[in-house]
């Protein structure tokens, strides 16, 4: 039966699914890199509410 494959996130390439595949699922340690570098600049992001217009509810900080 052959292993199961994915898609690279970043090239496409075909990838196997295996535990001797150590960047899955990216093809490559470099694919891995560009994928990191993609979240890290911003171009990549999890929509939802900027931080900086949620107000801190005063119980989260019983302390102050």
Do not use: N
Request: glycine letters at 6%; a negative charge; charged letters at 30%.
């Amino acid at each position: 039966m052959a292993p199961t494959t994915v898609q690279c996130p970043t090239c496409g390439k075909l990838v196997a699914w295996v535990d001797t595949q150590k960047f899955k699922p990216f093809c490559s340690e470099r694919c891995k890199l560009i994928d990191l570098g993609e979240w890290a600049s911003g171009t990549y992001a999890i929509p939802g509410e900027d931080l900086d217009d949620i107000e801190p509810d005063p119980r989260d900080f019983p302390d102050e």
